[in-house]
């Protein structure tokens, strides 16, 4: 399915925002792969300068994202986390294109980078077709629910962002 990213919207995240947030992390379908933060976590980020907490919108709320590092003096700004409520609806990949052009055309970065579970394949796949690199793994660096999981490390230049826009 193709989305009109032109109807998608980022929004900056209001505390009213927080029990949608709260209740899209602890999701049966979420929760295997983000770190569900707390309501106290959330807000701090919602107001520190460094990071951007957004809300994904069309006509309603369809999830969120989370950049930090906006004032990193080296232009770098990781892609902390993105979580979309409406499942294999094609937002995911909309959602992550339209954060390669605010990180790189809007923040200026050099480099975006982001992790992801080992496990979490379907999101490997959308940040490779997206033009991400796979740098390498953190092997077993989080405990969760009495078990180890890897992180894959992934990142984009600006050069690779431009060519990519060329193509």
């Given at each position: 399915m193709r989305v009109d990213k032109?109807?998608?919207?980022?929004?900056?995240?209001?505390?009213a925002d927080l029990n949608y947030i709260l209740a899209a992390?602890?999701?049966d379908e979420n929760r295997q792969y983000v770190i569900p933060?707390?309501?106290?976590?959330?807000?701090?980020a919602m107001v520190n300068p460094d990071i951007a907490h957004l809300i994904v919108k069309n006509e309603t709320r369809i999830g969120y994202v989370i950049l930090a590092g906006l004032l990193n003096p080296n232009h770098t700004i990781e892609?902390?986390?993105?979580?979309?409520?409406?499942k294999a609806k094609g937002y995911g990949k909309a959602i992550v294109e339209i954060v390669k052009q605010l990180a790189f055309e809007t923040y200026n970065a050099h480099r975006l980078w982001l992790d992801v579970k080992v496990q979490n394949k379907l999101a490997?796949?959308?940040y490779k077709k997206a033009g991400f690199v796979e740098e390498g793994t953190l092997r077993e660096c989080l405990k969760v629910e009495g078990r180890y999981d890897s992180?894959?490390?992934?990142s984009m230049l600006q050069?690779?962002?431009?060519?990519n826009c060329l193509n």
């Open positions: 032109s109807k998608l919207r980022l929004c900056k995240t209001e505390e992390e602890t999701d933060w707390s309501r106290e976590k959330h807000f701090q892609f902390r986390r993105i979580v979309i409520t409406e490997q796949a959308v992180l894959i490390i992934m050069q690779e962002y431009e060519k």
